[in-house]
């Protein structure tokens, strides 16, 4: 069982990149999926998530507008489309996996953590 993330990078202020998790050893489904991220010396914080069968979404304040979650269960596979990054945008950033339909932005209760991938925006 495992989730992967990947499609971090370095990217300039206001460009875009799109993340990706993809799960092995069992299938999305019928889990909700969160991405979280985690700056140096700041907590792990919610960035997005998407119920089970892609009807509800949720964003964190700063990104509404920003950033898209989606998800593909053909591929199980999960994206977080990021455009207009700024420097504060900077973290490691993590998907999880939770068995039931609804998602939540808090990290407890999660079952499943992929092992990050790193975005910086920087000039």
């Known amino acids: 069982v495992q989730l992967v993330e990947s499609g971090g990078g370095l990217v300039q202020p206001g460009g875009s990149l799109r993340l990706s998790c993809a799960a092995s050893?069992?299938?999305?489904?019928?889990?909700?999926i969160g991405w979280f991220r985690q700056a140096p010396g700041k907590e792990r914080e919610g960035v997005s998530c998407?119920?089970?069968?892609?009807?509800?979404?949720n964003y964190a304040d700063s990104m509404k507008g920003r950033f898209t979650i989606s998800r593909d269960n053909a591929k199980n596979t999960v994206y977080l489309q990021m455009n207009s990054l700024k420097p504060e945008d900077t973290a490691v950033y993590y998907c999880?996996?939770?068995?039931?339909?609804?998602?939540?932005?808090?990290?407890?209760?999660?079952?499943?953590w992929g092992q990050g991938t790193q975005v910086t925006v920087s000039s």
């Open positions: 050893g069992f299938t999305l489904d019928y889990y909700a």
């Open positions: 999880a996996a939770v068995a039931r339909s609804s998602c939540r932005l808090t990290s407890w209760g999660y079952d499943y």
């Open positions: 998407i119920s089970s069968n892609s009807g509800y979404t």
